[in-house]
Nanobody, 120 residues
């Protein structure tokens, strides 16, 4: 069992930056991939970024490549999403997720989400 708690969301102007954090607890965080997803109003939840347990492999949605960076600190059981060059279309609820299979295919645990709003 894994519990995930996101923080760091808020209101920012276009072009600004935010750093999201996701604190994890529970044994399954070990050897797990972690990911960030987002869901905008009226849209389906979409993948944003993922990172394997070792931190050596990352994946990004095309829409955020070059602007967002995912990282993790396994000693602190925390994963981060640094978001730069934010655009209004990045506005969404951002969710942290844990994949105990470490494959990017088995996200099983989810946080409650944190709101990110980007204004013009």
């Amino acid at each position: 069992q894994v519990q995930l708690v996101e923080s760091g969301g808020g209101l920012v102007q276009a072009g600004g930056s935010l750093r999201l954090s996701c604190a994890a607890s529970g044994r399954s965080f070990s050897n797990s991939a972690m990911g960030w997803f987002r869901q905008a109003p009226g849209k389906e939840r979409e993948f944003v970024a993922g990172i394997r347990w070792s931190g050596g492999t990352t994946r990004y949605a095309d829409s955020v490549k070059g602007r967002f960076t995912i990282s993790r600190d396994n000693a602190k059981n925390t994963v981060y999403l640094q978001m730069n060059g934010l655009k209004p279309e990045d506005t969404a609820v951002y969710y942290c997720a844990c994949d105990p299979t470490n494959s990017f295919l088995g996200y099983h645990y989810w946080g409650q989400g944190t709101q990110v709003t980007v204004s013009l």
